[in-house]
T-cell receptor
Framework: QKEVEQNSGPLSVPEGAIASLNCTYSDRVSQSFFWYRQYSGKSPELIMSIYSNGDKEDGRFTAQLNKASQYVSLLIRDSQPSDSATYLCAVNTDKLIFGTGTRLQVFP | DADVTQTPRNRITKTGKRIMLECSQTKGHDRMYWYRQDPGLGLRLIYYSFDVKDINKGEISDGYSVSRQAQAKFSLSLESAIPNQTALYFC????????????FGPGTRLLVL
């Protein structure tokens, strides 16, 4: 079992819709969780971090964490074509472990 | 100026050649990392260093070596490059707290012929 799992996609949503990206992890002692966005050929950039169970909102982004289910998700409201990218989930143990990423496509 | 820089940004080399990828950071972080990225495989950790005297293997260290010359510098070497080391390589830095953000360099695109 991979330490951090994501559906590779692509996830296609229309402009203005909510995009829902999911991630599961295997290490129960993980304490911090991150979502990175990566455009093709570019380096990953942090968009959200979450440490406690529940929801954390930042603008159009909401991260959700459920430690009992070992599940973290990212919701993008009012999706825009510029949100089209690969979204990487990362989980911290003594180092960051990344999932393989979910490719999101937002079509006009 | 960028906080994490990588040189070169692109490199083409031949099988069997030794090459070095360099990374420098101005964030004052102790922790530095080298990843490679291949299509469909995500970011895989090659080596990481928690301070100048600490070097650790990641999940795919075979065929690679590293040197932490200073807090700000972390180099990755391919002793004898092979075609399946063709990939996009990223350096990253991070502070020591569990909640610290990890910052990535712009990447080095390596092609081994």
């Amino acid at each position: 079992q991979k330490e951090v799992e994501q559906n590779s996609g692509p996830l296609s949503v229309p402009e203005g819709a909510i995009a829902s990206l999911n991630c599961t992890y295997s290490d129960r002692v993980s304490q911090s969780f991150f979502w990175y966005r990566q455009y093709s050929g570019k380096s990953p950039e942090l968009i959200m971090s979450i440490y406690s169970n529940g929801d954390k909102e930042d603008g159009r982004f909401t991260a959700q964490l459920n430690k009992a289910s070992q599940y973290v998700s990212l919701l993008i409201r009012d999706s825009q074509p510029s949100d089209s990218a690969t979204y990487l989930c990362a989980v911290n143990t003594d180092k960051l472990i990344f999932g393989t990423g979910t490719r999101l496509q937002v079509f006009p | 100026d960028a906080d994490v820089t990588q040189t070169p940004r692109n490199r083409i080399t031949k099988t069997g050649k030794r090459i070095m990828l360099e990374c420098s950071q101005t964030k004052g972080h102790d922790r530095m990392y080298w990843y490679r990225q291949d299509p469909g495989l995500g970011l895989r950790l090659i080596y990481y260093s928690f301070d100048v005297k600490d070097i650790n293997k990641g999940e795919i260290s075979d065929g690679y070596s590293v040197s932490r010359q200073a807090q700000a510098k972390f180099s990755l070497s391919l002793e004898s490059a092979i075609p399946n080391q063709t990939a996009l390589y990223f350096c990253a830095t991070r502070g020591t707290g569990a909640s610290e953000t990890q910052y990535f360099g712009p990447g080095t695109r390596l092609l081994v012929l």
